[in-house]
């Protein structure tokens, strides 16, 4: 092993060898399982998905487009093609984590779990990201400039999958002051302000709506909401954790 491969050894990630050797396999058939999800008008990006992801596995710091594509593509790319796709192609993330949650719901002894709502927040330099701002960013304890989103995750028996996420988005991006900067980063415009909790309602009900075979929903953020507390389903209800 080349020095600074550790990253690549399986003995980091807690796998034996032989079951580590079979990983590109199953990651080249799950990305063909996934393929459909990427599909536009004129094109399928399902190629430079995989290569994204790639990236995100094999490279530990610098995991920029150009950084990405030239150590799974080769030194001439120059990542302009992934940006493509990752920033201005239309392909739906919602269909991603739709497949998601269709395969959770084709496994039976995946059945009758939890599904966990979260946010997490990632620090920007700037305010020239979507949704960008200084707000409150939970994972560091602080108020300071980036973005949030919100994450819905599903748990049964040892197996965590993240089945939905949305960005937030402060209400001061929706002024006039921000129309440019929406237009930019291709916030739809049926797309208006909406709480956390708001957004998180929203993704329980696509999981219900789906199908999704959960038996209860635990919100750690927004415990005290008035919009979440009390929701009930056939199987269960919100509870409060954290």
């Not at 049964?156 to 440019?180: C, I, S, Y």
């Not at 993704?203 to 038996?215: E, H, S, T, V």
Request: aromatic fraction near 10%; include cysteine.
């Amino acid at each position: 092993m080349r020095e600074g491969d550790e990253l690549l050894s399986p003995k980091r990630w807690g796998l034996p060898d032989v079951p580590a050797q079979r990983l590109t396999g199953k990651f080249r058939r799950t990305c063909r399982h996934y393929r459909h999800a990427f599909q536009t008008c004129s094109s399928n990006g399902s190629e430079h998905a995989e290569v994204y992801l790639r990236g995100l596995f094999l490279m530990e710091s610098e995991r920029n487009y150009a950084n990405i594509a030239r150590r799974i593509n080769g030194p001439e790319d120059d990542g302009q093609n992934l940006q493509q796709f990752m920033s201005d192609s239309p392909w739906k993330g919602q269909l991603v984590f739709d497949q998601i949650q269709g395969d959770i719901s084709a496994w039976p002894a995946l059945h009758g779990g939890s599904l966990m709502l979260d946010e997490s927040g990632f620090e920007r330099d700037g305010d020239k990201s979507a949704g960008a701002g200084r707000q409150h960013l939970g994972r560091f304890g602080k108020v300071d400039m980036g973005q949030v989103g919100v994450a819905l995750g599903y748990y049964q028996d040892g197996t965590w999958a993240m089945v939905d996420a949305e960005l937030f988005m402060p209400e001061r991006w929706f002024d006039d002051g921000h129309a440019d900067l929406r237009r930019r980063y291709h916030v739809p415009e049926e797309v208006g302000f909406r709480t956390k909790p708001e957004i998180g309602l929203a993704m329980i009900r696509r999981a219900k709506a789906n199908g999704l075979p959960f038996q209860d929903v635990l919100s750690a953020p927004v415990r005290n909401s008035p919009v979440l507390a009390g929701l009930k389903f056939p199987r269960g209800e919100v509870r409060a954790e954290g």
